[in-house]
Nanobody
Framework: QVQLVETGGGMVQAGGSLRLSCAAS????????MAWFRQAPGKEREFVAG????????YYTDSVKGRFTISRESAETTMYLQMSSLEPEDTAVYYC????????????????????WGQGTQVTVSS
């Protein structure tokens, strides 16, 4: 059974930092592209950052470039999102996501080809 479990959300002041973690089970951890999406109140869910299954390729939405860093450890079944210089506009529920299978690329995932979702973790940035 595939499971994605996020941890690390919370409340922080603008300019602060948080690190999100996503623990992945099974073959996803070593063979699928993974990503973070977020959904703010009243808005659609949007792609934030993604990483290929090897970890060699990453992609960020423009609004977080230079502030967020996505990573995954080959020896661990965990993906991370280090968030710095947080802004109130970053307030949202953050979701971990994995591709539909090893044949699906990071680009597929970025375009919405999500096979698995985590339950989400709330990030609140106060001004």
């Amino acid at each position: 059974q595939v499971q994605l479990v996020e941890t690390g959300g919370g409340m922080v002041q603008a300019g602060g930092s948080l690190r999100l973690s996503c623990a992945a089970s099974g073959y996803i951890a070593s063979s699928c592209a993974m990503a973070w999406f977020r959904q703010a109140p009243g808005k659609e869910r949007e792609f934030v950052a993604g990483i290929s299954w090897t970890g060699a390729t990453t992609y960020y939405t423009d609004s977080v470039k230079g502030r967020f860093t996505i990573s995954r450890e080959s020896a661990e079944t965990t993906m991370y999102l280090q968030m710095s210089s947080l802004e109130p506009e970053d307030t949202a529920v953050y979701y971990c996501a994995a591709g539909r299978g090893p044949a699906y690329t990071l680009e597929d995932l970025r375009r919405g080809g999500v096979g698995y979702w985590g339950q989400g973790t709330q990030v609140t940035v106060s001004s």
